[in-house]
């Protein structure tokens, strides 16, 4: 065999691994979609009070099938391919979990990067604040304080991480939780001087 043939051999076994890496990319980016979009239907079902467990095993599932897809290219799955879908499934793991009292379970346990799992965790503090804005229309004050808390926690636990965005772009999630938990104390203190100034209405109203 010739030098040239046997470089046109090599050049060929590359480009077949290459094709097949493209086919894995690609089917890595579907699944990616799916788990995104099983999440955002979690988060729905959360705030609508529905049982989200069934989604939950659908979206653990394509989890489940897209690492066996990577077996072979293990750096698509720190590509960031996968970022959205995994920080999609985070934030809606955590939100249900605060929901429901369950046991919050770590990167390692939902099969998914640390990194986006904080970033998933920073999304939470705006589906809570949806959840204080609803508390509060329907008048549960101690309820949407409780969730207040909860914000602020999380909001703390952000900051922890001063990172490059090229090892973790978490600086954008820290400064909407920070504003968002500004935004969220401003209406719950309005609420409960409204309520408050309500009451004293009330006691002199029935003073008369």
């Known amino acids: 065999m010739t030098e040239i043939s046997r470089l046109r051999e090599i050049i060929s076994e590359i480009d077949s691994k290459l094709d097949d890496k493209d086919t894995v990319r ?3 980016m579907k699944s990616s979609r799916t788990i995104e979009r099983l999440s955002r239907q979690i988060i729905q079902s959360i705030h609508n009070d529905e049982e989200p467990r069934e989604l939950f095993n659908e979206a653990f599932q394509e989890i489940s099938k897209v690492k066996s897809i990577v077996e072979d290219y293990p750096e698509l799955y720190y590509s960031g391919l996968l970022r959205n879908g995994f920080q ?5 793991h955590i939100l249900w979990a605060i929901k429901s009292g369950n046991s919050i379970m770590s990167p390692k346990e939902l099969d998914i990067t640390s990194g986006s799992y904080v970033l998933g965790l920073g999304d939470v503090v705006g589906e809570l604040r949806r959840m204080v804005l ?4 329907d008048g549960k004050l ?3 304080r409780k969730l207040l808390l909860i914000m602020e926690q ?6 922890i991480f ?10 954008h ?5 920070r504003d968002l938990v500004e935004k969220t104390r401003g209406d719950v203190t309005n ?5 408050s100034l309500k009451n004293k209405m009330d006691e002199l109203l029935d003073c008369l």
Not at 134 to 137: F, Q, R
Not at 154 to 159: A, E, F, G, P, V
Request: no cysteine; net charge negative; aromatic share 2%.
């Open 142 to 144: 101690n309820e949407a």
């Open 173 to 177: 999630k820290q400064d909407i939780a």
């Open 154 to 159: 999380i909001k703390d636990m952000l900051m």
């Open 162 to 171: 001063d990172y490059p965005n090229a090892v973790l772009p978490v600086k």
């Open 191 to 195: 609420a409960l001087i409204n309520t």
């Open 26 to 28: 690609e089917l890595v």
């Open 134 to 137: 609803d508390k509060l229309a």
């Open 88 to 92: 999609e499934i985070a934030e809606a």
